[in-house]
Structure formats: structure tokens, C-alpha cells
């Protein structure tokens, strides 16, 4: 299990969409529409994130190439596959990936509050 250093909150998030900071999100279909109503912040959602299966992680990692050391987040609806992932993508030398821990879910409810 990934510890504690790799989970990032609402908080963290909002700060890596709002402040337009480079990062990719591999979404393993987490639903990320609605998230933020201001287009320049959906923009930079959007152009920021892959969507990919479980199963195709490292394959599409390894087509885009992808730095061992770049930032990744991993995104799914409930965070159970999401935590899976960065176990498997740091045992293979990526140094720079997180997880929404609960996955979008808990963002989403964390944002409403």
C-alpha cells in the first residue's frame, strides 16, 4: 500500500488545477466533468489528463514517454485501483506519483464543502 506521502487531498488539487501546475493525470475513469465551471480551469483538467484502463497504465506511460521522475497523478472513482497503480508504477521507478485517496468521489464531496 502507497503511504501517506503519495495521497493528496481536495486541497492539494484544487492548488495543482487553479495554479496551472504541470502534472499528468492518468484517469482510470473517474468522472472529472463538472469539476470546475471557470473554462480556464476545465482547460487545464482536461489537457492534463489520459484516460486509460487498469491494465493499459504503463503501456501508455511508455508510448508518450513518460519520466520515471514526472508528476502523476492517479485517479479513479473510489481510490482502491488508484493505490494499486502507484504501488505498481513506484516498483518499477516512477518517483513522483499520487493518489486521491477515497478517489474522485471524496474530491468531489471535499470540493462541495
Known amino acids: 500500500m ?14 495543482l488545477i487553479r ?8 484517469n482510470l475513469g473517474a468522472d472529472l466533468k463538472s469539476f470546475y465551471s471557470i473554462p480556464l480551469y476545465q482547460q487545464h483538467l482536461e489537457t492534463q ?3 486509460v484502463s487498469q491494465k493499459t497504465v504503463e ?5 508518450r514517454k513518460v519520466a520515471l ?3 502523476l497523478l492517479i485517479l ?9 497503480i502507484v504501488d505498481k508504477l513506484e516498483s ?22
Open 69 to 71: 521522475h514526472d508528476a
Open 2 to 15: 502507497p503511504s501517506i506521502l503519495n495521497e493528496i487531498s481536495f486541497f492539494q488539487f484544487d492548488n
Open 49 to 51: 489528463t489520459i484516460t
Open 76 to 84: 479513479c472513482h473510489d481510490g482502491s485501483a488508484s493505490a494499486q
Open 92 to 113: 518499477i521507478g516512477y518517483t513522483n506519483v499520487f493518489f486521491a485517496k477515497n478517489g474522485s468521489e471524496k474530491l468531489r464531496a471535499d470540493a462541495s464543502h
Open 59 to 63: 503501456l501508455e506511460l511508455q508510448k
Open 19 to 26: 495554479n496551472r501546475i504541470p502534472f499528468l493525470i492518468v
